[in-house]
C-alpha cells in the first residue's frame, strides 16, 4: 500500500536510486558499500583505499569509516593508517551465518524424507497470502512437483496454507480470511469453507489436508509450528501426486512421518544455542502426542495491508502447548 518497504522490492528501484531518485537513505547505502569493500582476503584498506572502490568522495569516505568505527564495524589500526573489519560486523555476520547453519540443518531432515516419500517436502513461511519455500527437498522420482527454495504458492489453495490460517488464534485467522475477502475473494471463497474443518483437524490429528486444491493432481498434507526465530507460524508440508497418494493414503501412511518431521525441526527451531544446533542427533523423532490445544500467548497488530498473526506456540511434546 505505498510503504516504503514494498516500494524497494520494485523492479529499477535501486538504479533510481543510484541516480538520487526514490527515498533509500543514501549515507545508510554508503555505510554498507564501505563496508562492502572489506570483502575477500584484503582484510586492512585506508581511506584512498575504499574511496577508489566506492567511488565516493574521500571527505565522504572519511565520515563513514569515523562513524563505523565508533560503532565498532571498523578497527583503526594506527600503525597502517588503515582499517580492518570491527567485533560488530563480525557478530552481525556470526548471527547471520548461525541462520544459515540452522536452515542447513533443516534441509536435512527433508531431504531424510524425500529418500522414503516420493514427493516434495517443503519447510515454507507466511509471505501476506502466500507463503515461500524456505527450504525444501525432493525425491528424484517426484514427477510433476516443480516447487523450489523462493516458490511462493497460495496460501487458500494449498495445505500449508490452509494449517497455516488454521494454527492462527481464532480471531487473528479470521482477520487474515477477511482481510483476504477484500483483496483476493476466490481465494478467500476457497479458504472459508473449509476454515473451521481445518482447525478441528489441526486439534485431532495435528496436520491438515487439501487435495487437489492447487493442481488436480497434487494432494498436500501439512503441519504448522511456532518459529521463536522468526516470531511467526512456519509449516512443513509434502506434496504428492494424487494418482499414487490419495487422502486416505497420506493420512496412513504420509502423516506420521510428517508429525516425526515437524516434531524435529520445532526441536531445531527452539533451540537458541548454537553448539546445540551442532550436535543435534541425527535420529528419529516421536510425533507430538498431544494435539488438543493451540493456544496464543501474544498478538502482534494487524497492520494495515499486511495482517501479522500474534505469537503462538506449537505443538510439542511433553507440554501440548501451541
Avoid at 570483502?39 to 574511496?51: K, Q
Avoid at 552481525?92 to 516419500?117: F, H, N, P, W, Y
Avoid at 531445531?268 to 493456544?295: C, Q, T, W, Y
Wanted: net charge positive; charged share 25%; aromatic share 6%.
Amino acid at each position: 500500500m505505498g510503504r516504503r518497504s514494498e516500494r524497494l522490492s520494485k523492479a529499477g528501484m535501486l538504479a533510481r536510486d543510484a541516480s538520487g531518485e526514490g527515498d533509500v537513505i543514501q549515507v545508510v547505502s554508503r555505510a554498507f558499500d564501505v563496508l562492502r569493500c572489506f570483502e575477500g582476503h584484503e582484510a586492512r584498506l585506508g581511506n584512498l583505499e575504499i574511496s577508489n572502490r566506492c567511488g565516493l568522495p574521500r571527505s565522504t569516505v572519511s565520515r563513514l569509516t569515523h562513524t563505523l568505527t565508533r560503532m565498532g564495524q571498523l578497527v583503526y589500526l594506527p600503525r597502517d593508517q588503515k582499517y580492518r573489519i570491527g567485533p560488530s560486523a563480525v557478530a552481525m555476520s556470526t548471527s547471520m551465518m548461525r541462520g544459515l547453519q540452522l536452515r542447513k540443518l533443516i534441509r536435512s531432515r527433508l531431504e531424510e524424507v524425500a529418500e522414503d516419500i516420493p514427493g516434495t517436502i517443503g519447510f515454507v513461511i507466511p509471505d501476506r497470502f502466500y507463503l515461500v519455500y524456505l527450504e525444501f527437498a525432493r525425491a528424484a522420482n517426484a514427477l510433476g512437483l516443480h516447487s523450489g527454495t523462493g516458490t511462493r504458492i497460495a496460501m487458500a489453495r494449498t495445505a500449508a496454507g490452509h494449517a497455516y490460517v488454521a494454527a492462527l488464534d481464532e480471531d487473528v485467522g479470521n482477520a487474515v480470511l477477511a482481510e483476504m475477502e477484500r483483496e483476493c475473494p476466490e481465494d478467500a471463497r476457497i479458504l472459508r469453507p473449509r476454515l473451521e474443518d481445518n482447525r478441528r483437524a489441526l486439534r485431532e490429528d495435528g496436520y491438515v489436508t487439501a487435495c487437489g486444491s492447487w493442481s488436480p493432481h497434487i494432494n498436500g498434507i501439512a503441519a504448522p509450528l511456532w518459529s521463536p526465530q522468526y516470531q511467526t507460524f512456519v509449516v512443513v508440508t509434502i506434496g504428492l501426486l494424487s494418482t499414487m497418494y490419495s487422502e486416505q493414503r497420506l493420512r496412513e501412511e504420509v502423516a506420521p512421518r510428517l508429525l516425526d518431521l515437524s516434531h524435529a525441526i520445532g526441536g531445531i527451531l527452539e533451540s537458541n544455542d548454537g553448539h546445540i544446533l551442532n550436535h543435534i542427533e541425527r535420529k528419529s523423532f516421536k510425533p507430538a502426542l498431544n494435539m488438543n490445544v493451540i493456544k496464543a500467548e501474544t498478538r502482534n497488530e494487524l497492520e494495515a495491508g499486511a495482517r501479522r498473526p500474534r505469537p503462538a506456540r506449537s505443538v510439542r511434546a511433553g507440554d501440548g502447548r501451541r
